[in-house]
Structure formats: structure tokens, C-alpha cells
DNA sequence: TTGACTTGGTGTCTGTTTTACACTATCATA
DNA sequence: TATGATAGTGTAAAACAGACACCAAGTCAA
């Protein structure tokens, strides 16, 4: 089956940033390209998008087939269309971006990737394509984004200490924050709730958990809330 | 001459979102369509992507074609692709948006244009495709931008009265500013250079004009400066 | 069982920023 | 020379941001 215009076009790709958190590192998923161009590079998951599909559905489906992930919400991070990007042919790819939750979610290798893993984002590996422009982009964005809105939760568990969350906030920005600053704020915000349940398995003395209250967060932004950091 | 894919391909267009302001309101540039679909109706310039042009590229060319306008600085704001955007066939559509002084660009219709002019943003026709939409985004991008960075005095003649900066963000905002702590804020900045020039032709006291001082602004961007209003 | 270690949890003070608010100055024109 | 229009200016109060240090609770090992 062949199709043919009467111009040539660009062929249009989508490609994702996905975010992790774990006790050391910012991360991101990866995949390891099983096909040229730029075979056994690791790469950041995507693919062509389909005629009948949208962008964000060709990302989820891209995500799906080369690392098994679902469920997440993704948000548009930009569009990369320089001539020479992809050394084929002509590609623009739509680039999105997600946060979740690591323990949430088994990755799995599997269509036109080797492999998929999670790297620490201070310290990928050499990427295939324009993939590093693409991460540090999305980098950029996280950065810009966590400091207006409450975005980061969706990195965490559901349930989580205020340390998490202010260790979160230190890997994002990439500066320490003042513990007692640090809370007073989160907590004057009225996002999260209290839980009656401490950590298990600690050490040391156990820390309060808490959860995001995404009713409450919908009230206030609803309102105009500011919720810088 | 003809092209044939393996697969089938969405057409990948470009629009621009170019922002002026006069006296009495903030504007868009659009076009009236010559050619269907919906020919005779406003729609924003653009069209398609050329197989060897940037997208920025693409969207400059456009503009010239269909307005005149050169030499303008375009900033990508989102990609849209709905299936069903366009009723002829599949077409991704990446949209930039600029700011423009209006005293500065004489507008012309050309290619594909029966007609080229400027809209009050509250006052828009109905435009062609998902048009409405992606002013809308535009909209919302410029509100989140122009609090934190000096980005509006494009829109402005290079001189300016310190009333005109303040009407320009006001419209922009849709909200009151209060004048004293407007100067104050601004002026702190060290944004502005005072000219010794004032308005003339004015039937009332005239006002000290003002440019935007680009140098200085780059050297406090360099050092991380806040430029929040 | 006690002391050392680890992380949790808390309040105050100070300087800065933001906001609210009203009158005089200058110029043109009638 | 009076009127009308816009320019230009300062202060006080409140809110916010940032710096800063110690005790509490639990684990673990001697």
C-alpha cells in the first residue's frame, strides 16, 4: 500500500520525555534503538504518527509499544523541525513530555527497541538523533513549570513525607531549600493532607505521610491561586 | 512531479498569531481567504511546510506572501493536530506567534489573500479551521509571559511614554495597574532609558518619552534578574 | 540500658516587597 | 486667566521571604 502527493512532506514523528524520580536522581525512560538509523543508540521513545490519529494518541501508543507504560498524562513540550534531524529524511517531531510515579510502572522492552531503562538525567548517555536538545528542553520546561504549579506530585507515591517532597523540589531546581521555609509554605498552600499514618521501615525516627488533595487544588486554581514555590 | 510514500502522511502546515497594539486595543493580523476551503473567511496567515525550510522558516515565508510583513521575531507556541481540523484532508498545523509595532509594518494581501488586516483580539470574525483556538492559546501564552519577562515593548514605538507601557500591559492583563507603583516597578528595573525628548502634539502636559534599553536587559538576563511585573 | 546516631519536626525575627492611596505640576485651549 | 487633560510624585501598613538552631523520636550497637 502506497500513497502519492503531488509535494513532498516532512514525515511527522512524536517523541516523549518521561520523567522518574527515585531516592538518588531525577530520571528518564529510554529506549534502545533495535533498527537504524543510530541502532543500539539509546533514544527517547516515539515513533511516526499515524494518519488517523492525534499527536498525543500516537505518543501514548509509541510509549505503550516500546516500553509497555500507560495511563500517563502527557503535555505538549515543542516541536523540533530542523532540516537535517533525522539523517533519512526529512522528520518534524512533536515532543511531549509526562512525570509519574517509578514504582508505579514496569517497563518492558519491547517493538523496534532493545531495551528500555531509566537514566539519571546527570548522566545520560550519548543520544541518538536530536534527542539531548529534546531532553534538555524538557529540562528546562520541568524547571520553569514546578515553580508555578503543584506539578511535581505525580513524580512521588501517592502517599509521601515532606522530605520526599522537598528532596523533589532540590533535584528539580537544583538548589537546596530551607527545611522550616520550605514547610511553613507547602503547608500554608492547603494542597496537602494530612494522613494518620508514619513511614515503616525506617531507621530513625518515622515522618509523617501525606497526600496530594487534588479536589483542593482544582478549588484553588479555580480561583486564581498562586502556587509558587 | 509527484511524491509516493509507503505510508500515508498528515500535510504539515504552519500559522502565525502576530500581535499589534494601538491606542485603543490589542490586535491580530489575519488574512481573508482566496481560495477554499472556506474561501472569503478571516483565518491567521499560514500554510504549508516546504520539505527543505525550517518551520520558523516556513512561517516567515508565509507571512511575507500573505501580509508583507518582514523581519519579525517568532516564537513557536503549540503544534495542533485534531484529525478533523482541516476538511479537506489530515494537516498538523505548528503555530508561532509574534509581536509587532503597528506604526512599524505597512500590511499588503498578497498570495492566497484576498485581504489583509488587523483585528481587535475582543472583536474577532469567525475565522476558518480551529483558528479561534489557537488565538485563544495565543492569548493565554502572552498573559503567562509578559508578567516575567520585558517582552512587550515590541508592540511599542521605539519611544514611549511610561503611560503607554502601562496601557499596553493593562491590555494585555485585562486588569488595572495602580500608576504609582507601576513606575516605581519599572523604572527599579533599570529596563528604561529616560530620553530628553517629551511627546509633542499632545493638547495636555506632555510626557517624558523613554525607549527599551536591549543592553542592559541582556546583561540582567545573563545574571538570572527577575523581571516579574 | 544507655549512649550515639539519624532524621523529624518546630518559631521568630528581620529585611524586602507589595499594595493602597491623593495631590500638585504643566501645558494647551477657550 | 480659568478650565480641562494628563504627568508626575511619596509614604505608611501589610504581607511575604529568608535566615537561622534546637529538641524529639526512634534504631542500633556496645
Known amino acids: 500500500m502506497t500513497v502519492t502527493y503531488e509535494f513532498p512532506r516532512p514525515n ?42 492525534t499527536l498525543e494518541e500516537a505518543a501514548l501508543r509509541e510509549l505503550r509499544e516500546e516500553t509497555g507504560m500507560q495511563d500517563l498524562f502527557l503535555e505538549q513540550l515543542y516541536t523540533f523541525g530542523a532540516v537535517g534531524r533525522d539523517p533519512r529524511e526529512r522528520v518534524v517531531s512533536v515532543a511531549y513530555y509526562a512525570l509519574v510515579n517509578l514504582g508505579d510502572h514496569e517497563i518492558e522492552a519491547a517493538t523496534d527497541a532493545r531495551n528500555a531503562a531509566w537514566f539519571s538525567v546527570d548522566d545520560l548517555p550519548q543520544l541518538a538523533f536530536d534527542h539531548t536538545e529534546i531532553v534538555q528542553t524538557a529540562l528546562k520546561r520541568l524547571k520553569g513549570k514546578v515553580i508555578y504549579e503543584p506539578v511535581g506530585f505525580e513524580l512521588l507515591p501517592r502517599k509521601f513525607t515532606l522530605t520526599q517532597l522537598q528532596r523533589m523540589y532540590e533535584k ?4 537546596p531549600i530551607d527545611k522550616r521555609n520550605f514547610r511553613k509554605k507547602i503547608l500554608g498552600m492547603g494542597l496537602l493532607q494530612e494522613l494518620d499514618e508514619v513511614q515503616v521501615d525506617v531507621s530513625h525516627r518515622a515522618a509523617r505521610l501525606y497526600r496530594f488533595d487534588e479536589k483542593k487544588y482544582r478549588r484553588l486554581r479555580q480561583r486564581g491561586f498562586n502556587f509558587e514555590i
Open 12 to 53: 511527522l514523528a512524536v517523541d516523549c520525555v518521561v520523567f522518574g524520580l527515585d531516592e538518588e536522581d531525577l530520571k528518564i525512560l529510554l529506549i534502545q534503538r533495535a533498527i537504524p538509523p543510530f541502532e543500539g543508540r539509546w533514544a527517547l521513545p516515539g515513533g511516526f504518527v499515524q494518519i488517523d490519529e
Open 172 to 175: 528539580i531546581l537544583e538548589r
